[in-house]
């Protein structure tokens, strides 16, 4: 099972941009697509991006597309979210997914097996 710790929130203002990274370790991890999902207070976990094995295919939430780009580098072992045009409403702790030998097209949390312990990421307005 892929070990998963991501990095990069904090506090940023509206219009900003944040990098995510997220580090993977104890598997091969070019086995895994890989996805980011975030949760906002009092709200249930939401699914953001999402990226093939490879790297060559990706999907994203409508509420991001144009302004979030997810990528990854399988030398590196890491996948990351470049966050820009950021919102208040973008606000949440943002966790990073791992799912095994899988097409990266599920945007359910369930269909992800392995977590990161996410990273918050705050837009002020």
């Known amino acids: 099972q892929v070990q998963l710790v991501e990095s990069g929130g904090g506090l940023v203002q509206a219009g900003g941009s944040l990098r995510l990274s997220c580090a993977a370790s104890?598997?091969?991890?070019?086995?895994?697509?890989m996805g980011w999902f975030r949760q906002a207070p009092g709200k249930e976990r939401e699914f953001v991006a999402s990226?093939?094995?490879?790297?060559?295919?990706?999907d994203y939430a409508g509420s991001v597309k144009g302004r979030f780009t997810i990528s990854r580098d399988n030398v590196k072992n890491t996948v990351y979210l470049q966050m820009s045009s950021l919102k208040p409403e973008d606000t949440a702790v943002y966790y990073c997914a791992a799912r095994r030998d899988g097409s990266h097209y599920h945007t359910s949390p369930l269909d992800f097996g392995s977590w990161g312990q996410g990273t918050r990421v705050t837009v002020s307005s």
């Open positions: 990226i093939s094995r490879g790297g060559s295919s990706t």
């Open positions: 104890g598997d091969i991890f070019t086995s895994y697509a």
